[in-house]
């Protein structure tokens, strides 16, 4: 049977995300195919505006459509801590727990040499600047409890020592080698409660 090309560059579009092999990139594609034409295209209009409108708060790193997200923008939040995660998805995760009322900074990775990620890969020197201009207080360190987690933690907490902030790690309650994607809000809450001094 002769290749579709049309068909095959859906395949390889949908290949692109994240752990999804050709198998499950045919399926998605034929799906695609069997929804009527209008439902296709406001996917594809969906991915366009999300790609157009969305974009990452230039003070922390989450995402968001206004200039500043509504975190940073937020005067009840305590902005003298500031939780540091790998990326926005890990921040969503904590705002489900309901006694986390701090700020966000975005790492977009974790320390990797094995993949040539280094220090200049993340954004490390916006929160450095962070603490000086907003007065942050304390760092508390969200990464996940994998070899390259606690990597980062360690880094992290060695370059902010001389800007005088308090840096803690997340306490009990993650099982070494999880994702924190995948933790439930109970899990966070004591995690976060149980923090220590790195």
Known sequence: MKELPTYTALVDSFRKLPGIGTRSAERMANA???LRKEDALEF???????KTKVHKCPRCGLYTEEEICEV?????????????????????????????????????GLLSPAKG?????LNIET????IKEESIKEVIVAT??????????????????????SV????????AGS?????????????????KKL
């Open 144 to 165: 996940s409890p994998t070899l390259e987690g606690e990597t980062t933690a360690l880094f992290l907490a060695k370059i902010l020592e001389p800007l005088q902030v």
């Open 117 to 121: 990620i280094g220090p200049e890969s």
């Open 44 to 50: 594809a209009h969906a991915i366009e505006s999300a």
């Open 72 to 108: 940073c923008e937020d005067n009840s939040r305590n902005h003298d801590i500031c939780l540091v995660v790998v990326s926005p998805k890990d921040a969503v995760a904590f705002e489900a727990v309901s006694n986390f009322r701090g700020i966000y900074h975005v790492l977009g």
């Open 168 to 175: 803690s790690r997340l306490g009990y309650g993650l099982p």
């Open 127 to 130: 929160l450095k600047s962070r």
């Open 179 to 195: 994702s924190l994607e995948y933790a439930d809000p109970l899990t966070l809450s004591r995690a976060l409660e149980g923090r």
């Open 32 to 34: 695609v195919l069997e």
